[in-house]
């Protein structure tokens, strides 16, 4: 059965919107300011060599697709990040050419339940907001992988939206990573 983790550059407040600084968010590019140093480098390139696929929201899925076929010199991450199957949830896109990809328009519950069934390893999901907010909603998410960057935004969409019941998470790893620090937390379901 695969696994559904979550990774995100994540500011201290809590906001994942445009780290990079291609969304025209009013404080896109924040995580640009901070260095992860070696550490964050190695930590995302094992992640991405041991994932098994990609699950996306549609903005996110179509920021990618717009860069990495077209980005030179990034190796086996490059590779990795062209070639692993890509999912991506929405019910707008009529195509989704990035190479090896395919629309999810169903019941994200039971589309997400569905990759978790038919794969055996990490499903790793990388920004797409309000797809991790669903996830979590519908209790999906099996690992949090958090890069958090020492910078309080103050506004911006936020991982973890409102919710009426508390969840409680199992802090598995905490490593410091140049300038920030990469915290990995499990749901602590009931068992």
């Known amino acids: 059965m695969g696994n559904i983790v979550v990774s995100e550059f994540i500011s201290v407040d809590g906001v994942i919107e445009d780290p990079g600084g291609a969304e025209g968010f009013a404080h896109g590019g924040w995580s640009g300011k901070f260095s992860s140093g070696p550490e964050g480098g190695k930590f995302k390139y094992e992640e991405l060599m041991a994932a098994e696929a990609l699950l996306l929201g549609r903005v996110t899925y179509q920021g990618f697709a717009a860069a990495w076929p077209h980005i030179e010199g990034t190796g086996e991450f490059g590779e ?86 508390p969840s409680d998470l199992q802090l598995v790893d905490a490593t410091k990573a140049g300038e920030t620090v990469i915290l990995t937390f499990h749901p602590a379901r009931a068992t």
């Not at 990040?81 to 896109?93: D, E, I, R």
């Open 80 to 165: 990795k990040m062209n070639g692993l199957p890509k999912y991506v949830v929405s019910s707008t896109l009529e195509s989704a050419d990035w190479n090896n990809s395919t629309i999810l328009e169903g019941d994200l519950a039971a589309e997400a339940r569905g990759l978790k069934d038919r794969l055996g390893g990490d499903i790793l999901v990388f920004g797409s907001a309000k797809l991790v907010q669903g996830l979590i909603e519908d209790d999906l998410v099996d690992e949090y992988r958090l890069m958090v960057h020492p910078v309080l935004l103050g506004s911006g969409k936020r991982l973890f939206g409102e919710s009426e019941q």
